[in-house]
């Protein structure tokens, strides 16, 4: 993309580096753009709508606005991102974010608040798409949160391009473009843009990592190098995830009782000699991916999953092969799945639900 060989951070973005930026969605019946009133969703919004109305036939564009209620600021600012849609003939819906907000951990439940209401008024607009601002800068930022919480490949590999939510997809046209070329983009252009203090707040993670990129900026850890890591590890994330796929198929066909199991729908299930032959990262997807299928409590953590991994192949270890693998036995609840391990095969199910 021209976007990724221009080397000038403070140059404006052309419409033809635009239509290069948009080009995956043009034949997307509708597209929700996620504006804040920030610089960064502003200019989604501006070279969308000049996107839009360079082509003969595009995609409706509905901008959305989520008012969380959380500064004074905010209902003004939501007023002004309608004022210019108006004016770029794009449709603008403010939604809030009612109900009691939670004493800590605010911009977590807020990007989640966040991304049901847009996925809510992206299904109630027919549009399959939500379009957000994240640039270079949020990459960069969000591989460093997860290498600082111990996160695995796929958590390092930070924002894909496209990935699916809430019954929709986001998609993030600007992860290869800096913010400051999005602000020359808008300064050249005379478009305003509201300035949320809380960027700058140091009691939030965000804009300490923002502080810390700048020194290490100057070992050669700037924004540009660092989203170039994630989009290294993210080309590696999906190698393993073919290897994964590939260990699934070998599983299924050495294991015939595996085969019946799934047919049913009842569980999971690997033969656990098989299963222990192969390499750990594998090992640990597979069975990462088994109480995702069958959990009702959320994400399983990565740590917890190591774990319980680290467990079985101690267990199978200990027993060596042949009929005392059979004789082996375990059983754990994981983020509402059950866990086991008996007659020489890991089975992985739905738990019962928790009573309150």
């Known amino acids: 993309m021209a976007a990724d060989m221009q080397d000038d951070d403070s140059s404006a973005i052309s419409a033809r580096e635009a239509k290069e930026l948009f080009a995956a969605w043009k034949n997307a019946p509708a597209l929700v753009l996620a504006v804040s009133g920030g610089p960064d969703s502003i200019a989604l919004m501006w070279l969308a709508a000049r996107w839009r109305n360079a082509l003969s ?100 590999a930070a924002m894909a391009r496209e990935s699916e939510r809430d019954g929709v997809f986001i998609a993030r046209p600007f992860l290869n473009i800096s913010k400051s070329r999005l602000v020359a983009t808008l300064d050249r252009s005379g478009i305003g843009f ?25 070992e050669g850890g700037d924004a540009r190098n660092l989203a170039r890591l994630a989009s290294r590890l993210a080309r590696a994330n999906a190698a393993i995830e073919v290897l994964v796929d590939g260990a699934a198929r070998y599983l299924a066909l050495k294991d015939r009782d595996a085969l019946a199991l799934r047919r049913r729908s009842e569980n999971a299930s690997f033969d656990a ?19 995702e299928r069958f959990s009702h409590e959320g994400r399983p953590e990565l740590g917890k999953v190591e774990a319980l ?17 059979r004789q082996v036995r375990l059983k754990q609840t994981l ?11 890991i089975l992985v199910g739905s738990a019962p639900p928790r009573r309150r």
């Open 273 to 291: 000699a098989a299963f222990a032959a192969l390499p750990e990262e594998i090992r640990l997807r597979l069975l990462l991916r088994a109480i």
């Open 194 to 218: 509201a300035d949320d203090p809380t960027n700058r707040d140091t009691s939030f993670t965000r804009p300490r990592i923002r502080k810390v990129i700048e020194g290490l900026a100057v």
């Open 335 to 345: 983020a509402g799945a059950v866990i086991s391990l008996a007659g020489g095969r």
């Open 57 to 156: 036939r595009g995609p409706r564009l509905l901008a959305v606005t989520v008012d969380h209620g959380l500064r004074p600021e905010s209902a003004r600012e939501a007023r002004d991102v309608k004022r210019l849609a108006r004016t770029l003939g794009v449709a603008h819906r403010t939604i809030r974010w009612r109900g009691a907000k939670p004493k800590s951990g605010i911009p977590a439940a807020a990007r989640a608040a966040r991304y049901l209401l847009l996925a809510s008024a992206a299904r109630g607009s027919g549009a399959g798409h939500i379009l957000t601002a994240h640039t270079r800068d949020d990459q960069a930022e969000t591989l460093l949160m997860r290498l600082l919480r111990g996160s695995g490949i796929s958590g390092l």
């Open 309 to 325: 991994l680290a467990t079985f192949d101690q267990m199978l270890r200990t027993a060596g092969k042949g009929r005392q693998v």
